[in-house]
C-alpha cells in the first residue's frame, strides 16, 4: 500500500488493540480448555467415543455455517463502512444478526434434546466437557451478538466515522473470534474420534 507521497503508508491494525489483548487471552484460555478435554479423551477412550456418537454431527455442521455465515456478512458490512456506505452496513449487520440467531434456536434445539433425553452436565465427563465448552462458547455467542446489536443501532442513527469504523472492527473481530473458536470445537467434539 502507498500513500500519496508514494512512500509505503503503515498498515493500521483492525479495531481496537485492547480488544486484541481480549482476543489472545481469550483464545489462550480455551487453547488451555481444549488440551484438558483432550488430555482426558485420552483416559476414557470408549466412553468419549461412545458419548460423542449421541451427538448429531449435522447440527453441528449446520451451526458452522450459519456461524461463518454471519462471519461474512460481517466483513462485508466493515467493508461497506470503510467505503462510507451507511444503508449497506445497517442492512448487513442486520443480516448478519439474523443469521446469527439461527446459532441460538439452533443450540436451544439441541440442548433441549440432550436434556429431554436425561444427557446433562453430570452424565459422564465427556457431556460435562461438551456442556461446558459449548455453554462458555455461546456465553461468547451472546456478548457477540449483543455488541453487534450495538453496532447495528449506530449504523442507523449515527455518521460512519473514524470512531465507529473502530468500534464495528472489534466487533467484527470478536465475531470472528467466535467463529474460530466453534471451528475448533465442531470437529473435537463432533467428528473427531476417540477409537
Not at 500500500?1 to 509505503?8: P, Q, R
Not at 470408549?46 to 454471519?70: H, M
Not at 440442548?111 to 436425561?118: E, H, L, P
Amino acid at each position: 500500500m502507498l500513500d500519496s507521497a508514494g512512500g509505503a503508508a503503515r498498515r493500521r491494525l483492525a479495531g481496537d488493540e485492547g480488544v486484541w489483548f481480549f482476543i489472545t487471552a481469550d483464545l489462550m484460555m480455551f487453547a488451555v480448555f481444549f488440551a484438558v478435554f483432550m488430555t482426558a479423551r485420552l483416559d476414557e477412550v470408549a466412553l468419549f467415543e461412545q458419548s460423542r456418537q449421541r451427538l448429531n454431527p449435522a447440527i453441528g455442521l449446520l451451526n458452522t455455517a450459519i456461524l461463518l455465515s454471519s462471519s461474512w456478512l460481517v466483513a462485508l458490512a466493515v467493508h461497506a463502512a470503510r467505503a462510507g456506505r451507511r444503508e449497506a452496513v445497517s442492512r448487513l449487520l442486520g443480516l448478519g444478526i439474523l443469521v446469527g440467531s439461527g446459532f441460538a434456536v439452533s443450540k436451544a434445539c439441541e440442548y433441549t434434546a440432550k436434556i429431554s433425553a436425561g444427557v446433562t452436565l453430570l452424565t459422564n465427563h465427556f457431556f460435562m466437557y461438551y456442556f461446558a465448552l459449548t455453554g462458555l462458547h455461546f456465553v461468547h455467542f451472546l456478548a457477540g451478538m449483543a455488541v453487534l446489536g450495538v453496532c447495528w443501532r449506530k449504523s442507523r442513527h449515527e455518521a460512519i466515522d473514524g470512531r465507529f469504523l473502530v468500534w464495528l472492527e472489534s466487533a467484527g473481530c470478536y465475531w470472528h473470534m467466535v467463529d474460530l473458536l466453534w471451528i475448533f470445537l465442531f470437529p473435537m467434539l463432533y467428528l473427531l474420534r476417540a477409537a
